[in-house]
């Protein structure tokens, strides 16, 4: 609604929408790619442990890849922000392109659901019949695959949005696939880009959210953990839901004049959702102390002032202070 200008409300929705339809619309004629429909019928039709094999080799080659491409463009992107008087135009265009030559299995996943959500917007709006969908079965296999331990986008950080349909789906899958047992404590980490916030995941919880060849994944991923019986007893739950999100106050993001405001609705975003969030912090640091408890501290007005703030008040913060060694 910031673009709305002198229109009138409802004639500025009806079109917002309109362009939404066609975009859905576009999407949903697309063709899946070669390398896609391998994709889906590597994790659709495999055995587990053949497809654990898949997906590890198929992170392993993409990450030599983005590992090539983007050592130079990040080299061009310091030293262009260390010029004086650098067009803000051209951070914004090479970002975009550092973003769209890193490549990984997370960006598949983002496909999957785009496809889902261009399909059932198509059907909600009655512009196609139910017997003539698709991808029924993507949200299952997401449930499988979070089962499994991998990880799915909650996020899309690109585009600052949440498919809906497509986490609701695969979160219902995931209740239908364990039955009562579903209870979850959410734990959600924040800090800034690139100082080891997904490798303190993956050391912790012994995870694999992509945290190597120089990628910064955008948005925010969710994975789970099967938790013992003596956690169960302790913190009443079945499982962890852990969610990664991409960096606050990203190198990329510096020069955006709409930084702040995203790195706000990040953390607004996972700490509304969250039991507990970890603000991993570097002591030498005292402005990027002060910076990113702001921002925490913006996040937890904003949700105490929602409607959902009996969802919030029970979310609590735990400030680990991260010396480098």
């Not at 997370?106 to 139910?130: P, R, T």
């Not at 405001?261 to 969250?274: C, K, M, P, R, Y």
Request: aromatic fraction near 6%.
């Amino acid at each position: 609604m910031k673009r709305q200008g002198v229109m009138a409300t409802e004639k500025y929705k009806s079109e917002l929408k309109q362009k939404w339809l066609e975009i859905r619309r576009q999407q949903n004629q697309c063709d899946r790619t070669n390398g896609l429909t391998k994709f889906i019928k590597g994790i659709g039709q495999l055995k587990p442990v053949e497809k654990h094999y898949f997906l590890k080799w198929m992170k392993f080659s993409l990450d030599n890849i983005a590992r090539a491409n983007l050592s130079k463009m990040r080299a061009d992107y310091k030293e262009k922000c260390e010029t004086p008087g650098v067009d803000q135009k051209q951070l914004e265009e090479l970002d975009k392109l550092m973003s769209d030559s890193s490549l990984g299995v997370e960006h598949f996943m983002h496909e999957l659901g785009q496809f889902y959500e261009a399909e059932c917007s198509m059907v909600k709006e009655g512009k196609m019949e139910e017997s003539q969908r698709h991808f029924t079965r993507l949200p299952c296999i997401a449930a499988d695959l979070m089962l499994e331990g991998f990880p799915v986008e909650l996020t899309d950080g690109d585009a600052s949005n949440i498919p809906m349909n497509w986490v609701v789906e695969v979160l219902t899958h995931l209740h239908i696939r364990l039955g009562d047992r579903s209870r979850m404590v959410v734990i959600t980490v924040l800090r800034v880009q690139s100082t080891g916030k997904s490798i303190l995941l993956n050391t912790m919880f012994g995870l694999q959210f992509a945290a190597s060849s120089g990628r910064s994944a955008r948005g925010a991923f969710m994975t789970l953990i099967k938790v013992t019986e003596a956690v169960q007893e302790l913190l009443g739950c079945d499982f962890i839901l852990v969610i990664d999100t991409e960096g606050l106050k990203a190198p990329e993001q510096t020069a955006l004049e709409d930084r702040y405001q995203h790195d706000n609705e990040l953390a607004t975003l996972v700490i509304g959702l969250s039991d507990i969030t970890i603000v991993n912090m570097a002591m030498e640091n005292a402005t990027e102390m002060k910076d990113v408890l702001q921002i925490v501290v913006h996040a937890f007005l904003r949700t105490e002032n929602s409607q959902t703030a009996s969802l919030c008040t029970r979310t609590s913060v735990m400030c680990l202070l991260m010396f480098k060694t």
